[in-house]
């Protein structure tokens, strides 16, 4: 049945995306398949029917290291990439070169075509206090959606257990917005499954989680959180507002740049 699926996906995805269209039912069997597959599995099978057209993309955090160290010590040759939005942490550019080192491998830095003056230019200084979702969008998802718009396979390191949005990730997707297949490996692990293998494994990680940072983005909207208060793995980002997410996995909650 998957190698069915599989050439049915190829079918399909052949030669261009436009066309690209998968029934529920195969990504029914798809997801029922891998729900308790482990990711270096799903990973396997991605390659073997993406190739070199399925991609990483990753801002640096536990589950993103975790994927990447999957790939690399599989043997999964794939384009790895990170949207730069000009406004990260210096310690996650310290990550980035340590991974790059560690792996032998080069990350692909996709940025926006805004430079942070042109942005203010057009939209103010520091768009990201007046209105975070349009900044998100010509920092993030506009980005995004260039990089993908030759791609077939998006492999991301989303999971369930990160937030209330998240929860009804599935581990195949097809993804309207940047039209292709969205491959989430560990949409079932915990936070802490996920850290113990950082730990185990001896990874690297950015070391402003031990700071009280459980999610690392853009400097301005990244925030610690109180230790001693119930968090999720998503709080710190955009504090005081209700915004939970950039809109690059949930174009719903945001589709244009208005
Ligand atoms: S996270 Fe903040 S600074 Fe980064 S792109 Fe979104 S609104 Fe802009």
Redesign the pocket.
């Known amino acids: 049945m998957q190698d069915e699926i599989r050439k049915n996906m190829l079918d399909v995805l052949e030669p261009g995306k436009t066309e690209v269209k998968f029934s529920e039912n195969e990504l029914d069997q798809l997801n029922q398949q891998f729900e308790n597959a482990d990711p270096i599995e799903i990973l396997l099978w991605g390659f073997e029917t993406f190739g070199g057209e399925m991609v990483l993309g990753t801002g640096f955090g536990s589950s993103g290291v975790l994927l990447i160290h999957f790939l690399r010590e599989h043997n999964i040759d794939i384009p790895i990439f990170y949207l730069d939005?000009n406004?990260l942490f210096d310690s996650t550019y310290e990550l980035r070169d340590i991974l790059e080192a560690r792996y032998n491998i080069d990350i692909t830095r996709v940025t926006p075509e805004l430079s942070l003056q042109e942005q203010a230019e057009r939209f103010g200084d520091e768009?990201?206090k007046k209105n975070?979702?349009?900044?998100?969008f010509?920092?993030?998802v506009l980005p995004l959606k260039n990089y993908l718009s030759d791609k077939k396979a998006w492999v991301t390191g989303l999971r369930r257990s990160q937030s209330e949005t998240r929860t009804q990730a599935r581990i195949i997707e097809w993804n309207e917005e940047n039209e292709v297949i969205k491959i989430n490996p560990l949409a079932n692990w915990s936070g802490k499954k996920v850290w113990d293998s950082i730990h185990h494994l001896d990874l690297p990680y950015n070391p402003l989680h031990d700071e009280g940072y459980p999610s690392i983005?853009?400097?301005?909207?990244?925030q610690p959180v109180d230790a001693s208060k119930e968090s999720d793995d998503r709080n710190g980002?955009?504090n005081g507002t209700d915004?939970t997410e950039?809109g690059i996995h949930f174009p719903d909650h945001y589709k244009n740049g208005s």
């Open positions: 939005t406004l768009l990201w975070p979702n349009q900044c998100c010509y920092r993030k983005g853009c400097i301005p909207c990244t980002r955009w915004k950039c």
